[in-house]
C-alpha cells in the first residue's frame, strides 16, 4: 500500500509540474480566452503562479479521490493542507529571496515552482501514510478549503487586490491585461 502511495504521489508531483508549466502558457495561446483565464495564468504575478500549482493540484485531487478515497480516508484534509503549503511556499521564498538579492532571477522562480510542488506531494505523502487529519469534519473542512480556493483564484483573476502579489511585474497591471 506504502508504495502504491508512493507512485501515485510521485505522478501527482511529475502531474503537477508538467500542466503547470503548460499552463504559463495557455491563456496566451488562446489569443485570451475568458475560459482559459479560469484556470492559467493571465499575467506574471505572483498570485497567478500561484494558480499554476493550485490548478493542477485540484485536478489531480479530484482524480486521486475517485480513485483511491475508500484507501484514505483522510485524503481531503491532507490535500487541503498540502496544497495550502505549497502554494504558501511561492510568494514566501519568492518575496524572501528577491527582498536579499533586490530582483529576481528566472531559473530561481522555475525552481520554487518545483520546490513547491515537491513540497506539497512530500507533506501529503507523509500524512496521507500516516492517516492524519482523518475526522469527518477535517474531510469536510478540507473539501471546502479546496472548492474555497478554486473560487479565489478565479475571482481574483477578474477581480484582483490592488496588492503586489497580485501585480504583474512586467506590465504593471492587476489580473486580465
Known amino acids: 500500500m506504502r508504495r502504491k502511495l508512493f507512485f501515485w504521489e510521485l505522478g501527482g508531483f511529475l502531474f503537477t509540474g508538467a500542466l503547470g508549466t503548460l499552463l504559463h502558457f495557455v491563456y496566451e495561446w488562446s489569443g485570451g480566452s475568458a475560459l482559459a483565464a479560469w ?59 528577491t527582498g536579499i538579492l533586490g530582483r529576481n532571477i528566472n531559473w530561481v522562480d522555475i525552481s520554487i515552482f518545483f520546490a513547491a510542488d515537491l513540497a506539497a506531494f512530500a507533506l501529503d505523502f507523509a500524512l496521507l501514510r500516516r ?17 474555497g480556493l478554486a473560487f479565489c483564484f478565479v475571482w481574483c483573476t477578474f477581480r484582483p487586490v490592488y496588492l503586489p502579489l497580485w501585480r504583474d511585474p512586467v506590465t504593471g497591471i492587476y489580473g486580465i491585461p
Do not use: D
Not at 58 to 78: D, E, W
Not at 131 to 146: C, E, P, T, Y
Open 39 to 97: 484556470f492559467s495564468a493571465v499575467n506574471e504575478s505572483t498570485w497567478e503562479h500561484m494558480k499554476l500549482l493550485f490548478v493542477p493540484l485540484f485536478l489531480f485531487s479530484v482524480v486521486q479521490i475517485c480513485l483511491l478515497g475508500r484507501n484514505y480516508p483522510n485524503l481531503l484534509a491532507v490535500r487541503a493542507l498540502s496544497v495550502l503549503t505549497g502554494v504558501a511556499l511561492i510568494p514566501v521564498l519568492f518575496y524572501t529571496y
Open 131 to 147: 492517516g492524519k487529519l482523518s475526522g469527518r469534519w477535517m474531510q469536510i473542512l478540507g473539501l471546502a478549503v479546496l472548492w
